[in-house]
């Protein structure tokens, strides 16, 4: 029996249970994957927008600002790293700049601050590298990118510092009243609790519509990006929108927290919510659609492709708070973006309110802080040292592209909700993720996971399920000893 049920781990999810371990409550977190982090919030666009793009008087405009205004504070808590490198939103022909005029409106109504228009020198001054067709841009001041799995895990690992249960491999299937209490039924048991709290991300509407006779419906709505190396680090300093459509904000170019660069995402509503392949026809208009901003994005050093779903609602706002028909069933459907940016607010707010409800009282003893795993690539010459003189594993570059340790890795898997996939290691670390894509590190990575959690390679899995890394034949041929 929980006090609080949340179902979901991604960034809601987790910065909910975080908030939540603020009280004197016993709570306990649901995720039907193998891992936290493994729906929108792993796969997006990483900007923490400033807040001019919501329509005025939406939850989605409420919960931007506020969320953007908390994002110091948070980052700083759990040692997530978070730039502040503005956004522009370019008009690349004259007709474009009414529209300029009319997100600037927008943006100072939502109660965004330090809003400009600035002309077409300016922006080549500010960024040498953008398409000479540009006339003019709305300069947003308050616009960041930060790493969204970095900011999901680290609060997922303070919330169970903090006392939350993790359970994954938990997918609930049915959710009921049974007398005073929740019963949520899933693959890892059936739970009770008194409240119970919807972050289901692309699967909100099935879990609302389970308990509420106010229901939504999710049209998942994909979006395709290109990676460019970090070699290109610098070509841009802000994230660069085009100018807004219906489907959303429209193709960018924006640097990431890590370096590398990403250009996307598209917009195509699809049926299958987990349909998160790319397509020749999606990276195409990518391309097209950035090459206004970028003219010749440099295609030999596209490291990757991904896709990204979004939770879009057929109510065209985000669904949060308390379901009216369903006491203490609290929902955050339908967060798409700007949902990363909105995510402290939406956290604070849910749990702050199922506390209330609950008559909860505030912990004495809540620890904020969170330290990330050292990361040797940030280290100095001397930092190196140390670090190797206290833990011999950081003398072993396992991720060359990354410049990531075998401490670093062993630490991912040992920490609160620590890493039990090869994706779960990437997320944590970044093995994988620079030029080569994994091609040398895996097989260290495999044997470095078996090690830590006593498993034979045969059972590593890239990210849960079936998605096994190995293959019995092939590796009995090739002389390994999986006993
Ligand atoms: C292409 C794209 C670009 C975006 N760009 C930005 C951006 O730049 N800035 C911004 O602010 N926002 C952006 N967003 C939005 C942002 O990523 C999302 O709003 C945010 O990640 C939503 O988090 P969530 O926790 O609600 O959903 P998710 O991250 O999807 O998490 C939901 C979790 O619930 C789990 N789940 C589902 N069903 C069940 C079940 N039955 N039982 C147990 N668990 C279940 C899922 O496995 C998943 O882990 C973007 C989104 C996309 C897709």
Known sequence: MFDVIIIGGGVIGCTTARNLARYDLNVALLEKASDI?????????????????????TLKAKYNVTGNGMFDKVCSELDVPLKWNTSLVAAFSESGIPKLEELKHQGEVNGVHGLSIIGRDEIIRREPNISRSVCAALLVTNGGIVCPYELTIANAENAAENGVRF?????????????????????????TSRAVINCAGLYSDVINNMVSENKFHIKPRRGEYYIIDKSYAGTFNASIFQLPTKMGKGILVTPTVDGTLLVGPTAEDIDDRDDTRTTSGGLAKALKFG?????????????????????????????????????????????????LTSSPAIGEYLADSAAEKLGAKAKKNFNPIRKSIPKFREMTDRERAQAIASDQDYAKIVCRCETVTEAEIRASIRRPVGARTIDGIKRRTRTGMGRCQAGFCTPATIKIL??????????????????????RYLFDKGGGNHA
């Open 167 to 191: 359970y994954r491999n938990a997918p609930v299937t049915k959710v009921e009243k049974d007398g005073g209490q929740w019963r949520v039924q899933s693959g890892a048991g059936t739970f």
């Open 37 to 57: 982090c493994e729906g929108q919030s792993k796969a997006n666009t990483a900007i923490v927008h400033g807040g001019y793009d919501a329509k005025p008087h």
């Open 291 to 339: 090459s206004a901003t970028w003219e010749h994005i440099p295609m030999r050093d596209v490291i990757t492709t991904f896709a990204g779903i979004r939770a879009h609602c057929d109510r065209d706002d985000f669904v949060i708070g308390e379901a009216q028909d369903a006491p203490l069933f609290f929902n955050a459907g339908g967060v798409e973006s700007p949902g």
């Open 450 to 471: 078996c090690e830590e959690l006593g498993i034979s390679p045969l059972e590593v899995t890239k990210f849960g399920g079936e998605s096994k890394m190995l293959d």
